[in-house]
């Protein structure tokens, strides 16, 4: 059930009631009694998934998971090949370095 916020015109005063959407609005204010009450529009709140993998189990088709698969695989042979090819230039630079003193 949704929350709604009304105010009285009259008395200015504001508050929060749970309704069913098929209810009719509020009509007389609890405070004064007088039938000026009036339904603000309000934000609403958003949906909130709680838990673990909504969106990785949920929603994801599986030619999307193939293909995130993929892609990860890829990225990590070519970062396994920067890394050691990064090692390699550092020995050789080493060896320079040794050599010229």
């Known amino acids: 059930m949704p929350t709604y916020e009304y105010e009285c015109r009259s008395c200015k005063k504001g508050f929060e009631i749970f309704q069913k959407m098929t209810e009719d609005p509020l009509q007389k204010c609890p405070s004064c009694g007088k039938l000026k009450l009036k339904k603000k529009i309000g934000m609403g709140a958003g949906i909130i998934f709680k838990g673990s993998g909504f969106y990785c189990t949920d929603y994801k088709s599986n030619s999307y998971r193939e293909g995130e698969k993929k892609s990860k ?14 090692a390699t230039s550092s020995k050789t630079t080493d060896k320079k370095s040794k050599s010229g003193e």
């Open 73 to 86: 695989s890829e990225s990590s042979s070519s970062s396994s090949t920067t890394s050691s090819g990064a």
